[in-house]
């Protein structure tokens, strides 16, 4: 029984590894930009190099609320999905969900 359940662990273990390095693989062909332009339009480009580029442009709006919080708001095309917001933190935007809670693993950083 032992051995079946370390079999399976091992298993578990391998297709982890592959979907997370497909999944990183496939993340780096991707490029999103987001281009805050000063009449509170926000241009967003999604280039996306897998086998030919392809390139997706959105205009969203954005807005700065009563505590200087960054406001990203979604369009009929794009849906964020995302109640929260942003703060400029050390020069990179992170991002909070509508709790307040930091979300670790997104972040908008200027090149």
Known sequence: MKEAADDRIFIENVLISGVSDMVESILNEVTVTFDFQKNNELVLTIAITIEDTE?????????????????????????????????????????????????????LVRE
């Open 55 to 107: 390139t997706e442009v959105e205009n969203l709006k954005w807005n700065l609320n009563s505590k200087n919080q960054l406001i990203i708001a979604d369009n009929d095309h794009v849906q964020l999905q995302n109640e929260g917001f942003w703060l400029l933190k050390n020069g990179v935007l992170i991002n909070f969900d509508e709790q307040g809670d930091f979300q670790e693993h997104v972040y």
